[in-house]
């Protein structure tokens, strides 16, 4: 996927999750890393909501996690 550029300026962060033991935590453990990117709206306003982290990923047994 390609980002223009004002779209690219946007982007505080971009990460690679692993997990230890992803059969354990993950719905389809394919040993591919997840993605997380952190970026700034049009306005340069930066919301993070470190619980919508936790919400989206595809986690099977969310108390393995913590």
């Known amino acids: 996927m390609e980002l223009d550029e004002a779209t690219r300026q946007r982007i505080v962060g971009l990460y690679r999750l692993f997990f230890r033991n992803p059969e354990i935590v ?3 453990a394919t ?32 108390e393995a996690v913590s």
């Open 26 to 28: 993950l719905d389809k």
């Open 31 to 62: 040993g591919e890393p997840i993605y997380l990117i952190l970026a700034m709206t049009p306005e340069r306003i930066l919301r993070m909501k470190p619980q919508n982290l936790v919400t989206g990923l595809p986690i099977t047994h969310l």
